[in-house]
């Protein structure tokens, strides 16, 4: 990671490029109780986007007084229920026009969207609702995928689009350990979400970390608690940057970063010349 990292901070001090990282904490009030401070320190992004913070605006403002490397937070909590999913956008050195939500009532409950406007593009951090168990919210989250499918195209009618967060999808079989017994039997690699993605991709978003690396076997960003999945890899890639085409050559790194815990997520990261 030293070595990695130096790099990425010799690239940033050439060239005039923003590092952001995005990263589902599941629960931030526990997260800060295992080296999240710590981590975010050594990653040193500009913007850092979290997912399913489980808190209320209160408790997550209180965080953000640890990371006072940002000046400037934003936090989308759920109104449906306390201590479930939400989001937050922490900003470094720029000032942004942040907004909350997609404007759809039945899919603003839960606080799982916030949309960041700079001079050059829209970010937005997403937590995408999971099809539960038995895929009992399967029949929802397709309805999700296709309102927020048309949400960032909109977005990007105006200028260019940054995605990030856990989109709760292996898109490939590579994006996941065990792909022929989870096929069509668990949430977050059934047909209907596969092909929610793939619209997400023929509309011109772009998997930027997959389209970079586009055979890499082994690499996921979720590993379930139980059976020591994570000791022995056996995870899942749900947690993605997709940019619009118009921003691919801007890239400079994408990456997934496994050697951070403190949640049953890893972070992933992109620098962008800006």
Known sequence: MSENNNKSLYLRAMANTLKIVSWNVNGIRAIVKKDFIKSIKRMNPDILCL???KAPYEEVKTVSTLLNQFPEVHINSSKARKGYSGTAIFLKNSSAEVKADMGI??????????????PGFFLVTVYTPNSGRGLERLKYRTTWDTDFMKFIKNLEKEKPVIVCGDLNVAHQAIDLANPK??????????QDEIDGFSR???SGFVDIFRKRNPELLGVYTYWNYMFNARQNNKGWRIDYFLISESLVQAVVEAEVYPEFHGSDHCPVGLVINT
Do not use: I
């Open 51 to 53: 997912q399913e913070t």
């Open 105 to 118: 009532q039945k899919h603003d409950q839960e606080g799982r969207v916030l949309t960041a406007s700079f």
């Open 181 to 190: 017994s989870n096929y069509n039997k668990t949430a977050g690699y059934t």
């Open 200 to 202: 997400l991709l023929e």
